[in-house]
T-cell receptor
Framework: AQSVAQPEDQVNVAEGNPLTVKCTYSVSGNPYLFWYVQYPNRGLQFLLKYITGDNLVKGSYGFEAEFNKSQTSFHLKKPSALVSDSALYFCAVRASYSGNTPLVFGKGTRLSVIA | NAGVTQTPKFRVLKTGQSMTLLCAQDMNHEYMYWYRQDPGMGLRLIHYSVGEGTTAKGEVPDGYNVSRLKKQNFLLGLESAAPSQTSVYFC?????????????FGPGTRLTVL
């Protein structure tokens, strides 16, 4: 079975400070890992993904994420937060061997960036 | 290129009424999905399709039916709506699932069942 945990329901950070949104996963074998962002009253937008290769993945809007196999984590980071980054963030996983199975999503973390 | 579109955007139903939500994608994707989003529950998969004419159950399929008669469309039906089906429904599509292809999401349909 595949699962994702986002241990924080809410993350608050001051504008200009670095931000981290945490994600841990559980799959058998190698994972494909994704981050999505949802702005109010909108659908989910793809931010970045890890498939293979370099553990540090760069994505849209200055976000990046680090894959850590030993800790089974894929935390989302940004060096300097903007008020416009305030949104709901979802981590998702799929095992690389799993064929046709869809992504499994975490429950989401609400990021609030305070000016 | 409109991506993934959903119709309608909002709907209010009375208990027991039926309705169909339409999802359309213009990216020639093989895979399509229906999710529901509820506060504190994240996204839960209702049904999905791996190609035209195929459907499969997800995590929460009860009370819903789906059809994929055309590759570009994926319909979600509620035969007898219940208040527990009040939610925001999202459709998504992907080219494949192999190779780590991402899913593209529509804007959502907000459904209220009274």
């Amino acid at each position: 079975a595949q699962s994702v945990a986002q241990p924080e329901d809410q993350v608050n950070v001051a504008e200009g400070n670095p931000l981290t949104v945490k994600c841990t996963y559980s799959v058998s074998g190698n994972p494909y890992l994704f981050w999505y962002v949802q702005y109010p009253n909108r659908g989910l937008q793809f931010l970045l993904k890890y498939i293979t290769g370099d553990n540090l993945v760069k994505g849209s809007y200055g976000f990046e994420a680090e894959f850590n196999k030993s800790q089974t984590s894929f935390h989302l980071k940004k060096p300097s937060a903007l008020v416009s980054d305030s949104a709901l963030y979802f981590c998702a996983v799929r095992a690389s061997y799993s064929g046709n199975t869809p992504l499994v999503f975490g429950k989401g973390t609400r990021l609030s960036v305070i000016a | 290129n409109a991506g993934v579109t959903q119709t309608p955007k909002f709907r209010v139903l009375k208990t027991g009424q039926s309705m169909t939500l339409l999802c359309a994608q213009d990216m020639n994707h093989e895979y399509m999905y229906w999710y529901r989003q509820d506060p504190g529950m994240g996204l839960r998969l209702i049904h999905y399709s791996v190609g035209e004419g195929t459907t499969a159950k997800g995590e929460v399929p009860d009370g819903y039916n789906v059809s994929r008669l055309k590759k570009q469309n994926f319909l979600l039906g509620l035969e007898s709506a219940a208040p527990s089906q009040t939610s925001v429904y999202f459709c998504a599509s992907s080219r494949t699932t192999a190779g780590g292809d991402e899913q593209f999401f529509g804007p959502g349909t907000r459904l209220t069942v009274l």
